[in-house]
Each structure stands twice: as C-alpha cells, then as structure tokens.
Nanobody, 129 residues
C-alpha cells in the first residue's frame, strides 16, 4: 500500500524556518516524482516544488512569493523528501501536502495536482505576523 506521511508543520513567527518531511512507503522512488503542494483556506491547491529522487532534478513554479525561500531535497535511502522553508511569511500559512506520481504519467506536469496519484494527509503550517 502506497503511503505518504507529512511531518514537521507547526506554528512559527514570520521570518522563521521550518523543515517538512514526507516519508514514503509502499513503492520505490525509481520512476517517481514527489511534489509538495499547499492549500490555504478558501484557495486552490498550489504547487510548491517537485523532485525526481532518482536523478535529483528539482522544479519550482515561477511564483515570486516563493522564489528563493523554499528548497526541496530527498534522502533516497530513507525514502523521505524534505521541504526546507525559510523566511516564512504569514502568506505561507496553509496545509502542506506531499504527493507522488510516476514521471511517465506526469509527463512534465509537475505543478498540476490532478496529475498526482497518491497524496498524504497534510501538515499544517501557520506563520504568525
């Protein structure tokens, strides 16, 4: 059974940092992409970043608000993908989800949530002003 479990969320003051983790099980990282998404109340789910663990390729959407502050990485032996978030803003408050899909299925659509087959339950990140 494929499972994705996010941890690391919490309450942090603006300007602070958090590192989220996504622990995967039930499938091999080979041939898969892992994405981080977030969803704030009343807003659509949006892509934060994506990584292909097998070759280390990383992707970040062209969103000014996120540029330069987030970094995705993976520890393949532990089947864990991390999202380092720095200089957090109140606007970053959201539930953060990790998702997985084969690179073949995504076919480059790394930022499209509907193209991901597996999702975790999310972890809440709250940034206070």
């Amino acid at each position: 059974e494929v499972q994705l479990v996010e941890t690391g969320g919490g309450l942090v003051q603006a300007g602070g940092s958090l590192r989220l983790a996504c622990k995967a099980s039930g499938f091999s990282f080979d041939g898969y992409a892992i994405g981080w998404f977030r969803q704030a109340p009343g807003k659509e789910r949006e892509a934060v970043s994506c990584i292909i663990p097998s070759d280390g390729s990383t992707y970040y959407p062209d969103v000014d608000l996120m540029k330069g502050r987030f970094a995705i990485s993976s520890h393949n032996a532990e089947k864990t993908v991390y999202l380092q978030m720095n200089t957090l803003l109140p606007e970053d408050t959201a539930v953060y989800y990790c998702a997985a899909s084969t690179t073949r299925r995504l076919d480059g659509a790394y930022y499209v949530p509907e193209e991901y087959d597996y999702w975790g339950r999310g972890t809440q990140v709250t940034v206070s002003a």
